[in-house]
């Protein structure tokens, strides 16, 4: 698909936000907006707008006022706040939702974009259709109470009009002191009472060895967010990724938010672990057998993988035949009720499809349901998460 980029620019407090629109061949009747990181540009998101752009979302990125020392909008890093940044989405949400064709608006952020965007959620409910977080900074107001930020270290009860930031050896560029208001505005917020009233579908995909932004802090917001309306946030955890994802880490995220974005909710992560593999060579096919076991742990179901699990594949010089994982699940639904679900996971060389029986009249829609799958390499076995279209 064809993608027309072009440059774009809106007003906040008389100051000009300026940024890129990924527009698709044809009609787009959703926007989706993603916003930067700390010290980021909207360029840093190219890769990601352009892949939802050829899913047939207009996608727009832009850069925060003083969001960074290289920002081309108006506005000083050191008068930069979660708020004015804030502030800012707000300016690009109503741009956006000017654009002719445009009935639905979607938020999608990293880092402290993702709280920017969270919050943004939560003060315009009626606008946004979906919420998407990768590695959120909702750590920022505990992080201001304690005083230390990054590589900002300060007296939280007597904080300086400016701060200094100790450099790191490995960032190969000096960071730029932030003011002093950036840590005063948050110090008695609650970031997750603040972002818990967002009502609509939120997908938060974190590493779980991220060193910036514990994971902990993802665990916190998806509990914050059921507290109010269960089952409606996602949490993935992607296995040794740390603040920011690369190669196959940054692949596996995309697949999740295409599906969560297409309509699909994770309603369940199966945890693989590989236990065995036996190799028969039968005329010119080569026969693996891999039994596993492991475990489920989602907001609609927990439980473990029953013996006899096994994932037989066919392979003809290096082509595949098929694949084909049986496995049976016991547990409870998010109900509290014992339930089976039996999934058969069936790839003939064009993408797994897996289809699912369950006792469970709690997930009963499963067995009409049509599932996607998206799966996360990994070297113990894969997280296999399976979407599927709620009723």
Same mark, same amino acid.
């Given at each position: 698909?064809?993608?027309?980029?072009?440059?774009?620019?809106?007003?906040?407090?008389?100051? !000009?936000?300026?940024? #890129?629109?990924?527009?698709?061949?044809?009609?787009?009747?959703?926007?989706?907006?993603? +916003?930067?990181?700390?010290?980021?540009?909207?360029?840093?998101?190219?890769?990601?707008? #352009?892949?939802?752009?050829? &899913? @047939?979302?207009?996608?727009?990125?832009?850069? %925060?006022?003083?969001? +960074?020392? #290289?920002? +081309?909008?108006?506005?000083?890093?050191?008068e930069m706040t979660v708020f004015t940044e804030l502030s800012d989405l707000e300016a690009v949400m109503e741009y956006a939702s000017?654009?002719?064709?445009? !009935?639905?608006?979607?938020?999608?952020?990293?880092?402290?974009?993702?709280?920017?965007?969270?919050?943004?959620?939560?003060?315009?409910?009626?606008?946004?259709? =979906?919420?998407?977080? %990768?590695?959120?900074?909702?750590?920022?107001?505990?992080?201001?109470?304690?005083?230390?930020?990054?590589?900002?270290? %300060?007296?939280?009860?007597?904080? /300086? &009009?400016?701060?200094?930031?100790?450099?790191?050896?490995?960032?190969?560029?000096?960071?730029?002191?932030?003011?002093?208001?950036?840590?005063?505005?948050?110090? =008695?917020?609650?970031?997750?009472?603040?972002?818990?009233?967002? /009502?609509?579908?939120?997908?938060?995909?974190?590493?779980?060895?991220?060193?910036?932004?514990?994971?902990?802090?993802?665990?916190?917001?998806?509990?914050?967010?059921?507290?109010?309306? /269960? $089952?409606?946030?996602?949490?993935? &955890? *992607?296995?040794?990724?740390?603040h920011g994802f690369r190669g196959r880490e940054d692949v596996h995220a995309m697949e999740l938010v295409r599906c969560f974005l297409? @309509?699909? !909710?994770?309603?369940?992560?199966?945890?693989?672990?590989?236990?065995?593999?036996?190799?028969?060579?039968?005329?010119?096919?080569?026969?693996?057998?891999?039994?596993? @076991?492991?475990?489920?742990?989602?907001? %609609?179901?927990?439980?473990?993988?029953?013996?006899?699990?096994?994932?037989?594949?066919?392979? =003809?010089?290096?082509?595949?035949? #098929? $694949?084909?994982?049986?496995?049976?699940?016991?547990?409870?639904?998010?109900?509290?009720?014992?339930?089976?679900?039996?999934?058969?996971?069936?790839?003939?060389?064009?993408?797994?499809?897996?289809?699912?029986?369950?006792?469970?009249?709690?997930?009963?829609?499963?067995?009409?349901?049509?599932?996607?799958?998206?799966?996360? &390499?990994?070297?113990?076995? /894969?997280?296999?998460? *399976?979407?599927?279209? $709620?009723?």
């Amino acid at each position: 698909m064809d993608i027309q980029i072009s440059d774009f620019t809106c007003q906040r407090d008389g100051m !000009t936000i300026r940024g #890129r629109e990924y527009r698709p061949d044809g009609k787009c009747s959703v926007a989706v907006i993603l +916003s930067h990181g700390f010290g980021g540009t909207g360029s840093d998101l190219d890769s990601y707008a #352009r892949q939802l752009a050829q &899913e @047939g979302y207009l996608c727009l990125t832009f850069d %925060f006022c003083g969001g +960074s020392p #290289r920002s +081309s909008s108006d506005g000083s890093f050191q008068e930069m706040t979660v708020f004015t940044e804030l502030s800012d989405l707000e300016a690009v949400m109503e741009y956006a939702s000017g654009l002719p064709q445009v !009935t639905r608006l979607m938020l999608m952020g990293c880092s402290q974009g993702g709280f920017v965007s969270a919050l943004a959620a939560a003060a315009h409910p009626e606008q946004v259709a =979906k919420l998407v977080l %990768f590695y959120p900074a909702l750590c920022i107001p505990e992080d201001s109470r304690r005083g230390q930020m990054l590589m900002y270290s %300060f007296d939280p009860s007597n904080v /300086p &009009e400016r701060i200094e930031a100790a450099q790191d050896p490995n960032i190969p560029f000096k960071m730029e002191p932030i003011g002093g208001e950036y840590v005063k505005c948050v110090q =008695k917020m609650d970031a997750f009472a603040a972002i818990a009233s967002y /009502p609509g579908p939120v997908l938060i995909v974190h590493g779980d060895s991220d060193r910036a932004v514990n994971v902990v802090n993802s665990r916190r917001a998806q509990a914050a967010y059921h507290s109010v309306r /269960p $089952l409606r946030c996602q949490l993935a &955890e *992607i296995t040794g990724a740390d603040h920011g994802f690369r190669g196959r880490e940054d692949v596996h995220a995309m697949e999740l938010v295409r599906c969560f974005l297409a @309509g699909g !909710t994770n309603v369940l992560s199966v945890d693989v672990v590989l236990t065995d593999c036996i190799r028969e060579e039968r005329g010119e096919e080569t026969v693996l057998t891999i039994p596993f @076991g492991g475990t489920v742990n989602t907001p %609609f179901f927990q439980g473990m993988v029953q013996p006899g699990a096994a994932d037989v594949q066919r392979w =003809k010089n290096e082509k595949i035949l #098929r $694949l084909c994982a049986d496995y049976v699940l016991k547990g409870i639904d998010y109900t509290g009720t014992p339930c089976q679900i039996h999934i058969v996971n069936e790839n003939l060389g064009d993408g797994w499809h897996p289809t699912i029986t369950t006792d469970s009249e709690a997930l009963s829609f499963l067995n009409e349901a049509e599932l996607t799958e998206s799966l996360e &390499e990994r070297r113990i076995g /894969p997280m296999v998460r *399976i979407f599927a279209q $709620l009723p």
